[in-house]
């Protein structure tokens, strides 16, 4: 074997592409500290009753894992730095502040996260704890575009979601386990056919909506659809009103609603979004509210934010700029 390979998905970033990483670094930790957000460094690993309780079977599944000589016990190295920040706002600042807090730094994934994708991100992100309104939701999505345009990635499409939604529906239904897993993995597929298969079972209502869920993408119009067709739920109307509140502060041509979108589910809460650009079938900034991690901790905080990797948005902003 040639010793000087690296295993795959793992690179060596050169110059120049080095350099645009750097400049993107403190050019949007700059944009995050002129907003008010304050930046906290987490160690690149932890024990995993910390680093993984709480946020769902699929980061589990992305992070290393190792014996800590000194104690004996189980650590993991993080795939994802968001619940590290959570367990920072809540043992380690004021305890009823709105804190926002920035971080920056490498994650590390068992397996990649798509075909020559890294498993080394370098993530980058902000978020916003103690504020419960869709006033914060707003400031977070806003700031995620700033990012963005403070690394010239324009011509962007912001799709916008609510796992309260499915949740609501999940819980009407009495899902849970293996079942709702499944389903949730049909969802996000939009696979139409086994959606009908795993909800077959269930009253016409509720499989009606199941099958409603992956056709409610498109822009605002989604919303009125989603009203006239979904049960009426407190939930589900809850939900609605969330995104149609965002849709009058957002409401531009580059928004469309996904009510199948179910990215994060392990621990998202409420909204969840994420940014694409021409060219590209990943997202290369994405995020939503997750109010339930901090709970772990001891305080579970409102809370919502976004996170981008930036060996993505270098390659995003080659094409884009």
Not at 42 to 69: C, I
Request: charged share 25%; with cysteine; glycine share 10%.
């Amino acid at each position: 074997m040639t010793a000087w390979l690296l295993p795959e998905n793992v690179e060596d970033v050169l110059p120049p592409e080095a350099w645009r990483m750097e400049d993107m670094r403190r050019a949007l930790l700059d944009l995050f500290r002129s907003r008010g957000y304050q930046l906290v460094i987490p160690p690149l690993m932890e024990y995993v009753d910390s680093l993984l309780t709480g946020v769902g079977a699929d980061l589990d599944l992305k992070t290393f894992k190792l014996v800590d000589r000194v104690s004996g016990r189980l650590m993991g190295v993080r795939a994802d730095i968001t619940p590290q920040v959570a367990r920072i706002d809540a043992h380690l600042l004021a305890a009823h502040a709105v804190n926002r807090l920035c971080y920056a730094g490498s994650v590390l994934h068992t397996q990649s996260a798509g075909f020559h994708r890294s498993r080394e991100p370098i993530q980058i992100g902000a978020e916003l704890y103690g504020d419960a309104t869709v006033a914060a939701d707003l400031e977070i999505i806003r700031l995620m575009r700033e990012a963005l345009s403070a690394c010239d990635i324009t011509a962007v499409q912001l799709d916008i979601g609510h796992v309260g939604v499915y949740r609501a529906l999940a819980q009407e239904a009495g899902l849970a386990g293996d079942i709702e897993h499944t389903l949730f993995g049909a969802l996000q597929a939009k696979d139409a056919s086994a959606v009908a298969v795993l909800t077959a079972g269930l009253p016409a209502a509720l499989r009606d909506a199941f099958a409603a869920l992956p056709r409610l993408y498109g822009d605002r119009s989604v919303l009125a659809e989603a009203r006239a067709c979904l049960p009426q739920l407190p939930a589900v109307e809850a939900a609605l009103d969330v995104l149609g509140e965002l849709d009058r502060e957002l409401g531009e041509a580059d928004l469309a609603y996904d009510l199948a979108e179910l990215r994060g589910y392990g621990y998202h809460s409420g909204v969840v979004f994420a940014a694409y650009v021409g060219g590209r079938s990943h997202a290369v900034a994405q995020g939503g509210r997750y109010d339930e991690v901090g709970r772990v901790f001891g305080r579970a905080r409102p809370a919502t934010g976004f996170s981008m990797d930036l060996r993505e948005l270098v390659r995003a902003g080659s094409q884009t700029g």
